[in-house]
């Protein structure tokens, strides 16, 4: 009788001890979630911006599960392009680990937090401005061949079809194949710069392919990358 007890003592012990690890470990809004939604979401949904305000926990919490199914399924935040097919320093799409760490949250029934002062500072953000054509842009529609070297900094989405998918590459003389972007059902919404993390050197004869001919991107010029000697 005594074992048994013992042994019971012990399991809830266990468990409760398991309990409360998980509860300091838990993923909340204050510490993880609030984070991720003021640099991914927050430069469109804050009051006065494009979209519903997603600042405070109170705004966020009833849209919850909407949010989850919104970033798995890619629409959010509407950065446009498809990850790993050209790499560009301004990327909001979320990481793998951001998707977790959501999908985690929402799936606990999203917590708040019990401590307030790791909450962060509640970004601020001037008004919108237009997006205007880069100076010295080259301007492609169609297959495109580069008549001298040039460093691309990124590109622009000029004119393209809504909800269409375009993957645009440039074809090197020596047979390299630099991957550029890939939309994915575009729409006015992505219009933004596309900036490469670092400026693709193009030598003369490069080809641009992959933009259709009813539709038009604007290569931005970026700086060469500074010699290591």
Known sequence: MKRTAAVTLLVFTTCVASQAHNVGNAITWNREISRIVYQRCASCHHDGGSSFSLVKYPEVQPRAAAI??????????PWGAVKGFGDFINDQGLSAEELGLITDWVDSDTPRGTNPNVLPKEPKFDKESRVKPPKNGI???????LHQTATIGGLLPEKIPSRSSIKVFAALPNGTIEPMVW???????????????????????????????????????????????
């Open 68 to 77: 989850k199914e919104a970033v798995l399924s890619r629409r959010m935040p």
């Open 139 to 145: 301007t492609v529609s169609g297959d495109y061949t």
């Open 183 to 229: 939309f994915y059902e575009y729409t006015d919404a992505f219009k933004h710069s596309f900036l490469f993390r670092k400026p693709l050197s193009l030598p003369v004869g490069t080809v641009i392919y992959g933009v259709p001919s009813n539709a038009s991107i604007i290569l931005i010029p970026g700086s060469k990358p500074k010699s290591s000697n």
